[in-house]
């Protein structure tokens, strides 16, 4: 099955820096990518994702890069705010019923 | 529009004793899921349902059992549960408003403690 890794397992940065978080997939069948965000005590939002027919994609402060040969994606937050720690995990989906393998998770911590 | 629904938040159970955790949504999905969450472990995929009236196993589906009740509902047996089972589980949906999605919408979670 699929195997997602996440790295670093936490991040700490300063307000107003750059934050990035890579994913490594191992299934070259995987045709969709989401970053999830989740705060204590709630649910997985998602915050971005891509497919594999796109290289990359940016949303306001946050963008997703995509290297299908590679195998690898990764989250970029630009300008970091306080409300940008929690958790974030990676995923990939393989097949159309978008079963998705999850990463173990990033802490980003936005130090003020 | 409450979007993903689950009840209980939190429940405490004996070795042994059964359970329906129950998972609700109000977008008109197709697809539902669910998922469980251990500490540094991220999110594995237990059960899902593609459509009304089908369910698959996931990643991880020993001990437990679905019912899809209908497109709204789809809840999550343990019929004798374990210490192992000890848990947040979190449901999700995903549906085809405006066009073909794939997001997955998460509900808040329901805390499982197995004594």
């Known amino acids: 099955g699929e195997n997602v890794e996440q790295h670093p397992s936490t991040l700490s940065v300063q307000e107003g820096d750059s934050a990035v978080i890579k994913c490594t997939y191992s299934?070259?069948?995987?045709?969709?990518f989401p970053w999830y965000k989740q705060e204590l005590g709630k649910g997985p939002q998602l915050i971005i994702d891509?497919?594999?027919?796109?290289g990359e994609k940016k949303d306001q402060r946050i963008a997703v890069t995509l290297n299908k040969t590679a195998k690898h994606f990764s989250l970029h937050i630009t300008e970091t705010q306080p409300e940008d720690s929690a958790v974030y995990f990676c995923?990939?989906?393989?097949?159309?019923?978008?079963?998705?393998?999850f990463g173990k998770g990033n802490q980003v911590v936005v130090i003020p | 529009n409450a979007g993903v629904t689950q009840t209980p938040k939190f429940q405490v159970l004996k070795t042994g004793q059964s359970m329906t955790l129950q998972c609700a949504q109000d977008?008109?999905?197709?697809?539902m899921y669910w998922y469980r969450q251990d500490p540094g472990m991220g999110l594995r995929l237990i059960y899902y349902?593609?459509?009304?009236?089908?369910?698959d196993k996931g990643e991880v589906p020993n001990g437990y059992n679905v019912s899809r009740l209908n497109k709204r509902e789809f809840s999550l047996r343990l019929e004798s549960a374990a210490p192992s089972q000890t848990s947040v589980y979190f449901c999700?949906?995903?549906?085809?408003?405006?066009?073909?999605?794939?997001?997955?919408?998460f509900g808040p979670g329901t805390r499982l403690t197995v004594l």
């Open positions: 977008m008109n999905h197709n697809s």
């Open positions: 891509i497919r594999s027919n796109v």
């Open positions: 999700a949906s995903r549906g085809m408003e405006g066009g073909m999605t794939d997001t997955q919408y």
């Open positions: 299934d070259s069948a995987s045709n969709y």
């Open positions: 995923a990939a989906a393989l097949d159309g019923n978008n079963r998705l393998a």
């Open positions: 349902s593609a459509s009304e009236g089908t369910t």
